[in-house]
């Protein structure tokens, strides 16, 4: 690891950061603390490289990262695959959690397993940008069903809230016949009852009703 470190006004500043550890590369990195004198200073991280998903999740276990973010990491059971890009971030004391402020990565072969899930998500290629809207666009399967899709969606913290989906699907439900299927999976009902319309381009539209339930 490289860097160059100053100390001015109180802003603490780590800048041109380059490295690699395990299987990822840091090729850019830059971490800003504002108010580094005050009891509740203001940390703005930056970052781009190419990073190995067990990589960054074995930091993101640490006891002292927030709560929150600890119990979300701990949930899953395992990720695989690599991510290409740059993204930052803002953490202050008053935050439950840190925020992205700003992403463009590239996903490649990830695979996601949850605790309580039956199957792992395979996400064979997926592009997810951040700025006032977020944005995703990718391919993959979860379990025997493979899937293309893209969204909209705002980030707060932790929640993401859905604005639209579209999605063109390939299910398979011979697997529910083997598993319990009131276990939480990646695309909860209940979360698809917050959008006022979820496209499938294969099978027409899937309009929500006034009672809430989807035809």
Request: net charge neutral.
């Amino acid at each position: 690891m490289s860097a160059k470190v100053t100390l001015k006004d109180g802003v603490f500043l780590v800048s041109a950061l380059k490295g690699a550890s395990g299987k990822s590369e840091i090729q850019e990195g830059l971490l800003k603390v504002r108010d580094i004198f005050r009891p509740s200073p203001v940390f703005e991280p930056r970052v781009r490289g190419f990073f190995d998903l067990e990589d960054v999740l074995h930091p993101l276990r640490a006891d002292f990262l927030p709560a929150r973010l600890k119990e979300t990491v701990d949930n899953l059971e395992s990720a695989s695959g690599t991510v290409e890009g740059q993204a930052a971030f803002k953490y202050e004391a008053s935050m439950e959690t840190p925020e992205i402020t700003e992403a463009d990565l590239l996903v490649r072969d990830g695979t996601f397993k949850q605790k309580q899930w039956p199957f792992s998500l395979v996400l064979k290629e997926g592009r997810l940008k951040i700025g006032e809207e977020g944005r995703f666009q990718g391919s993959g399967s979860w379990g025997a069903s493979s899937f293309e899709g893209e969204g909209a969606f705002f980030v707060k913290g932790l929640s993401i809230d859905p604005q639209w989906m579209e999605v063109v699907a390939r299910l398979d439900f011979r697997p529910a016949l083997v598993f319990d299927v009131s276990r939480p999976a990646p695309c909860a009902v209940q979360r698809l009852s917050s959008l006022p319309e979820f496209n499938n381009k294969k099978c027409g539209s899937v309009v929500r009703q006034g009672d809430g339930r989807y035809r």
